[in-house]
């Protein structure tokens, strides 16, 4: 008996889902809930009705037991129902807001896709043209320096060169004084009467490198000389305002550029024999320092340094003028008083990046 009104209701209410479901399939999901809400009241209400039109006299174990077992299919497939309509009705829905969705994401990805990639060939535009003007400014830089190194300047150097640049040269100038000096002041020792003459062979030796300056700096300006008189080239005015014109200044430029790259190749035999020939002359009364060989390589290496230093520009000098002890341009010999500032001999006379320039290699004295 219970199970007749289930079924019926169940089909009263599978029609009034059907002539019920609304057109629009955005208001699939309302709907549904209020059928079913429906539906379930009408089991509850015919529920009720059969168990207060069931006599309790009558009611046995068999009546109570059928009487659950009605109740509980109804529950039953009043669930089945309720879940069967809502996944039915559901997943179109569900499926059609799920694609949306997803299009709508996508559209807006490729959209930012297209934005990167404009801004990307942007960058890519700037970032060729930064790379074309880099070029161009290492390619003037270059010409620059170039320009720089072909009039010797100090603040650039030519690596080229080897020995021959400035920074070598300082050294080389230093090592004078520590390795040929001492050889020479020790070839000086197998001379008869000099062996105790230490005043002298330090003047003598200090003599030499003064000397290899003063002739490479009067062969440097003779040489100058000789191009402007066999080209022609007008000098410097009494006024001092120089009347070369820009190729003549070109042509000096090209002159010291090219004896400064051929400073190794320079003949410096003429040098050496001016040298010892002042030698000779002053110290007379020993003749045998002729045969001196320490003497005489000790000289040679002192005229290449000099022509090698008086070639730049700006050319390097030396000073020995100082009678004050400074410790920015001066060393103490050893055996110097630490407490005096008087200096009573120079033993190495100091070295200047051009007249009156900074001392890039100290002076040694005795105080």
């Known amino acids: 008996m219970a199970q007749k009104p289930v079924s019926a209701l ?3 209410s599978a029609s009034k889902d059907v002539k019920s479901t609304p057109a629009n399939t955005a208001d699939i999901v309302p709907s549904s809930a ?12 015919s529920q009720k009705k059969e168990s207060d039109s069931i006599d309790p006299c009558c009611t046995g174990s068999m009546g109570t037991s059928q009487y659950a077992s009605s109740q509980s299919l109804s529950s039953q497939a009043l669930q089945n129902e309720q879940n069967s309509g809502q996944s039915s009705l559901s997943e179109p829905v569900l499926g ?3 694609t949306s969705s997803d299009s709508k994401v996508i559209e807006d990805l490729q959209k930012e896709v297209d934005r990167l990639k404009k801004k990307l060939s942007v960058s890519q535009e700037m970032l060729g043209k930064m790379q074309e003007r880099e070029k161009q400014l290492r390619n003037r830089l270059s010409e620059q320096a170039q320009r720089q190194l072909q009039k010797g300047s100090s603040k650039f150097e030519d690596l080229n060169l080897g020995e021959s640049r ?7 100038y230093g090592n004078l004084y520590t390795e040929s000096r001492l050889d020479a002041m020790d070839a000086l020792d197998d001379i008869p009467n ?10 003598l030796l200090l003599s030499v490198v003064v000397l290899a300056f003063r002739s490479a700096e009067k062969t440097l300006g003779e040489t100058k000389s000789k191009i402007r008189e066999l ?6 005015t009494e006024t001092g305002t120089s009347s070369f014109c820009l190729a003549a200044k070109d042509l000096e430029e090209a002159v ?18 001016e040298v010892c020939e002042r030698v000779w002359t002053t110290l007379y009364d020993y003749p045998l320092l002729k045969e001196c060989r320490g003497l005489l390589c000790y000289i040679e290496d002192c005229v290449k340094i000099a022509w090698a230093m008086t070639v730049q520009n700006p050319p390097f000098v030396i000073d020995y003028e100082s009678r004050t002890y400074d410790p920015e341009v001066h060393s103490r010999f050893h055996t110097s008083d630490a407490s005096s500032p008087v200096i009573k001999s120079v033993l190495w006379p100091m070295l200047l990046e051009g007249e009156g320039g900074a001392c890039v290699s100290k002076g040694v004295v005795l105080t």
Do not use: F, G
Not at 194 to 203: F, N, Q, S, Y
Not at 231 to 236: D, E, G, K, T
């Open 10 to 12: 169940s089909q009263h």
């Open 34 to 45: 209020k059928v079913i809400s429906n539906h379930c009241s009408e089991i509850k209400e």
């Open 96 to 98: 059609q807001l799920t």
């Open 166 to 172: 400035p920074t070598q040269l300082i050294k080389r």
């Open 194 to 203: 000099m062996a105790d003459c230490e005043d002298l062979k330090v003047k």
């Open 231 to 236: 080209l022609h080239i007008p000098r410097v």
């Open 256 to 273: 010291a550029y090219y004896l400064r790259k051929t400073v190794d190749k320079h003949d410096s035999s003429k040098l050496c024999k």
